[in-house]
């Protein structure tokens, strides 16, 4: 799906496991307007991802999944995790968080994420990553 680049990913460094191998980023007003809306559940399966840089909480309005959401500071270190949020919700703005980084439900669970953990936004497959 070109929504979802195959060349961009999300990695947890701390608990060594991949978050999303098809990590698409809001890096505009648009993009980061836009966000998932417009999404299907089956277009934002295991594996995929979203990157929302200069962000510090989101919502679900107009969605029709729940998401895993995870706060990141400027260190990429997780700082909060809103587990299973459901749509037409508001998250919590955090004013430490730098971006957030949204995921399928129940992706932080699988992977052991948790509050602390390091994350390595990458540009390729092989893990060139992306500056911080």
Known sequence: M??????RQAFNRTRQ??????LAVADTHWSRLRGLLGLAVDDFRHGAGLWITFCRGVHTLGMGFPIDVLYLDRGMRVVRIQSDVRPWRLTPVLRHAASV???????????????????EITLSKDCTPLPA
């Open 101 to 119: 980084l949204e995921l399928p439900c129940g992706t932080a669970a699988e992977t052991n994420t948790a509050v602390g953990d390091t994350i």
């Open 2 to 7: 070109a929504f979802f680049p195959a060349n």
């Open 17 to 22: 496991a991949p978050l999303a191998t098809s």
